[in-house]
């Protein structure tokens, strides 16, 4: 059973850093683009961040740029964001997702076609 469990949620002063995690089970990295997504309160859900199941091609939302970063420990079958210089609107519930593509790939899928989805830890920046 494919499972996605996210932890590392906090809160923290704007400027600050926080690194969420997301400990994968039930199948294999390289077949599987991961995605970080967040939801605001009474906003839609944003993909921030993927990675391709290649563990070397990284994509990032504009707002992001330069601030976050995506990376995976195969061995322990995680995936982490690292978010510095955190802004009140970074603040949001924050998912990891998973969608199979193709053995080693670059490829990350358009932020609409993810699959599987894990349950979300709470971000809050304050000002």
């Known amino acids: 059973q494919l499972q996605l469990v996210e932890s590392g949620g906090d809160l923290v002063q704007a400027g600050g850093s926080l690194r969420l995690s997301c400990v994968t089970s039930g199948f294999n990295l390289d077949y599987y683009a991961i995605g970080w997504f967040r939801q605001a309160p009474e906003k839609v859900r944003e993909g921030v961040a993927c990675l391709g199941s290649s563990g070397e091609n990284t994509e990032f939302t504009d707002s992001v740029k330069g601030r976050f970063t995506i990376s995976r420990d195969k061995p322990k079958s995680t995936v982490d964001l690292q978010m510095n210089n955190l802004k009140p609107e970074d603040t949001a519930i924050y998912y990891c997702?998973?969608?199979?593509?193709?053995?080693?790939?670059?490829?990350?899928?358009?932020?609409?076609?993810?699959?599987?989805w894990g349950q979300g830890t709470q971000v809050t920046v304050s000002s």
């Open positions: 997702a998973a969608v199979r593509t193709t053995y080693n790939s670059n490829w990350c899928p358009d932020w609409s076609d993810w699959q599987y």
